[in-house]
């Protein structure tokens, strides 16, 4: 039976403190934890956001139509509709001949009506001539 003899590795020994430089310790990143939003955070982010959408639709938004002038005044005068009255009975009525359609739209106008409907009983401002 053989041995195997395995050499002896001298230990060396340990520097003293005093001997060892001193180093500052290394600052390692720590990793960032990832953002999570409550309930009531994505409430509030939800609920600025609707409000800076608001904010710029009225600022960037359409402006209304109206002007600051006062309009040339219209003589008129007043018709209470009547069971089978319709708008262009009326304004045939009060138009020159051939302007009917341009005088249902002037009562359309005057009157801030969306459409051509009449309710018995209704009170209609019609220009004059």
Known sequence: MSTVVVPRRHRLPAPSSAARPVTAPVARPVAAAPVRLT??????????FLVALTVALTVFGATSAATGEAGRP???RTVVVQPGDTLWVIASEVAAPGDVREM?????????????????????????G
């Open 74 to 76: 219209v003589p008129t």
């Open 104 to 128: 249902v739209h002037r009562i359309q106008e005057l009157n801030a009506m969306a459409g051509p409907g009449l309710a018995v009983g209704q009170k209609v401002a019609v220009p004059v």
């Open 39 to 48: 309930r009531r955070g994505r409430l509030a982010l939800t609920l600025v």
